[in-house]
């Protein structure tokens, strides 16, 4: 019998999860991924089990164990966040700035992605970034000269291409109707908050 649709969401975080972390999460866990309630996760536990789709060991936080085929396969999946509007201030990866998640084939981005966020403008549309656009993000405080960027100045968050030089931080959009931001590079106000490992474009 097969899983329904928000099963098989599920099955793929799990897997997902396993492959990320060495261990499944807890129910507390897939609950806030899902925006459900513990109830819930424990109904579709049960039903992924009775399918034979997983085993469940009651009385423990993590009692979940997917069979080895499905460990194998979760090498290759990534569940990631999808990042919307940034709250000014808040942490990019902060619960109320996620809008969903995505579970995505691994292969597709290079090296490994940890979110992806939603574009809004035009500034970057002749790197093939559009408005609405999902660019796969690599977490990371460290970017070369030339890479594109997710770049936090104040409390606002920007994709940029990185231009480094001696004093200065230059953010360089890809759209002649957009103008370079400056910076200074001894400025606390200034953060990269990852690197553009890869685009989705919107439909």
């Known amino acids: 019998m097969q899983p329904t649709e928000r099963q098989q969401a599920i ?4 897997r997902a999860h396993v492959a990320a972390q ?6 507390a866990e897939i609950a806030a991924a899902f ?3 513990l109830n819930a996760v424990r109904k579709h536990l049960h039903a992924l089990a009775g399918k034979g789709l997983l085993e ?7 009692g979940i164990r997917l069979p080895d085929t499905g460990a194998r396969a979760s090498r290759h999946i990534l569940d990631l966040p999808l990042v919307g509007r940034v709250a000014a201030g808040s942490p990019i990866m902060s619960e109320g700035n996620v809008e969903a998640r995505f579970v995505i084939d691994a292969a597709l981005f290079r090296p490994r992605a940890d979110y992806l966020l939603r574009v809004q403008g035009q500034s970057m549309c002749e790197a093939g970034i559009g408005d609405g ?9 460290e970017a070369r000269d030339g890479q594109i960027v997710v770049a936090r100045i104040e409390d606002e968050i920007t994709v940029k291409r990185l231009r480094v ?14 103008t370079p931001i400056i910076v200074d590079a001894r400025a606390g106000s200034f953060a990269i908050e990852g690197v553009h490992v890869g ?3 919107r439909a």
Request: no cysteine.
């Open 11 to 14: 099955l793929d975080h799990l």
């Open 22 to 27: 060495g261990r499944p999460p807890t129910l």
């Open 35 to 37: 925006g459900i309630h």
């Open 56 to 62: 469940l060991t009651p009385g423990t936080a993590r």
């Open 133 to 141: 656009d999902l660019i796969a993000v690599r977490r990371t405080p």
């Open 165 to 178: 030089e001696a004093r200065r931080i230059v953010l360089l959009p890809a759209n002649p109707a957009f």
């Open 199 to 201: 685009t989705i474009r």
